[in-house]
């Protein structure tokens, strides 16, 4: 990055010793272990973000819902599969804690990363690389926003393994590397519906290039599309022959709407400049460098032929989702693009024109690690935050609330419905419980429900007709008043109602 002329003890840390010694780090470190420094200063500090600044509430309820959908293999839920199998995995080896939910939303963006990586080095040196890595680091995508491991940032890893090899398949020709990104790219799909765009990506990619010819005479096309149907064809089977299956009723309720052409004009134009303002910090990197017109028109338009899939790549997925809003209104947000952003560094960073020295790397690795320090530094004022936060005050009393409800019952395998606010985030405390809506099919888990449950947030009326109802002469009603403190501080507290009534004919 370029020097700072100005004086001051700014512009003494930005060019004074401390940044030369980590310059000649970088000159001296070969790439793997300036990829192992990285990551893991990367994941202990965001890792330990994460668990502070969420010591104030519960476990997000999309992680509660996975939870729910792991409890039972399918080839489909709400969303594919790929979340709930990997939840399922997780279960199996991690205790149902806080700290192991961070950890899986952790290690899944730092095996992003690693992928990403591998990407860059194929295209660039190891400053450039570098630079790369800690821009992607302080994109939001990667950091604040990517405390739960959910439907969006499950793809990350699969969607950065497929353009690897993607574009190593266009590159060389090789079968090995078609069929891996045929099998990534049917992974990407099986994450969330999204990967839709990353296929189109590479439909519109695969017939660009002055080697269109050699690329798909090799028969790498064919084979890739092979690979990612047979990894598909499992859940395309699934959503042809299950009936009302979630899935469909999701897509119609929650994503599609109906909205005039220039309502769904300004939802596209919300979402890219949106996604637009996500990557500030990279764009600024590159601004930093000061790249001239050469520079410029080499990124806009690389001369290398590798670089110009990358930049389909990264464009196409994301221009797509804008395109088809305005056919097909939907529920369009920028947060969706969390996949999207392996190529941008090799777009940003890859030309030969553009100058990036060690230094450059070294002030970007710095920047990055004060941020993420800084983060660190803040988070007990974020938990503290959470505490008079209205917009998420119940998360903070799931746990306190499954608790409740497991005394009230006398166990804690029970069938819960209520204010949705609050029911959606037990079951990860619960794993026992079932929503009410949807009871297990099998019998010897059905046989061990012990009760119903009903819980309504305060001025929940029709909730609370309901739970008093369910109660009957058998249950019982309580009400509860709960608090959540932190430091010394304490949270307003929130009342709800809990109803309970046993269970006495088995279903």
């Known amino acids: 990055m370029a020097t700072i002329a100005t004086g001051g003890p700014f512009a003494a840390i930005w060019n004074g010793r401390l940044m030369q010694a980590s310059a000649d780090f970088v000159r001296q470190s070969s790439g793997a272990r300036l990829l192992g420094v990285t990551l893991t200063a990367y994941a202990v500090l965001w890792l330990l973000y994460f668990s502070v600044s969420h010591a104030t509430v519960d476990i997000h309820f999309d992680v509660s819902e996975a939870s729910v959908w792991a409890r039972t293999f399918s080839l489909g839920y709400k969303h594919p599969p790929m979340m709930a199998w990997i939840f399922r995995a997780w279960l199996a080896v991690f205790p149902r804690t806080d700290w192991a939910a961070y950890l899986l939303a952790v290690a899944n963006l730092a095996a992003t990363l690693a992928i990403t990586w591998m990407i860059l080095r194929d295209h660039l040196d190891k400053e450039r690389a570098l630079v790369g890595m800690t821009a992607l680091i302080l994109v939001p995508f990667y950091t604040f926003l990517a405390s739960r491991f959910n439907a969006n940032t499950v793809m990350m890893p699969f969607w950065a393994a497929t353009v690897l090899f993607y574009l190593r398949a266009r590159r060389n020709v090789r079968w090995t590397d078609a069929v891996l ?147 097909w209104p939907h529920r369009l947000t920028p947060v969706w693009a969390f996949p999207n952003w392996a190529l941008l560094p090799v777009v940003l960073f890859g030309s030969p024109r553009l100058s990036v020295p060690a230094v450059a790397a070294a002030r970007a690795c710095i920047t990055a690690l004060v941020v993420s320090l800084l983060a660190v530094v803040a988070s007990p004022l974020v938990a503290h935050a959470h505490l008079n936060s209205r917009r998420i005050a119940h998360n903070a009393h799931y746990r306190q609330i499954a608790a409740e409800i497991a005394h009230l019952a006398n166990s804690p395998a029970v069938l819960i419905g209520g204010s949705e606010g609050v029911v959606q985030g037990l079951f990860y405390y619960l794993p026992a419980a079932w929503p009410m809506g949807s009871p297990p099919n099998d019998r010897d888990v059905k046989l061990s429900i012990a009760a119903r449950a009903m819980v309504c947030i305060e001025g929940d009326a029709s909730c609370r007709a309901a739970a008093d109802s369910l109660a009957g002469s058998s249950g019982s009603v309580s009400d509860v008043t709960l608090a959540k403190t932190f430091l010394g501080y304490k949270s307003p507290p929130q009342k709800y109602l809990i109803a309970v009534a046993p269970i006495r004919y088995r279903f």
């Open 181 to 327: 990104a045929g099998v990534f790219a049917g992974l990407t799909f099986l994450g969330k519906y999204w990967g839709v765009y990353l296929i189109a990506g590479i439909a519109v990619a695969s017939f660009a290039g002055d080697d269109l010819k050699r690329f798909w005479r090799s028969g790498a096309p064919f084979l890739m599309a092979a690979a990612a149907l047979v990894v598909l064809a499992p859940h395309i089977h699934w959503l042809l022959t299950e009936h009302n299956h979630p899935a469909e009723s999701y897509m119609t309720t929650s994503v599609m709407v109906s909205a005039s052409f220039g309502s769904a004009l300004k939802t596209s134009a919300f979402y890219l400049g949106g996604v637009i303002s996500y990557v500030v910090m990279p764009l600024t990197f590159f601004a930093v460098l000061k790249p001239d017109r050469a520079a410029w028109r080499d990124t806009i338009w690389p001369a290398d032929p590798g670089r110009r899939q990358a930049l389909l790549l990264l464009v196409v997925p994301l221009i797509l989702p804008a395109l088809v809003n305005l056919a």
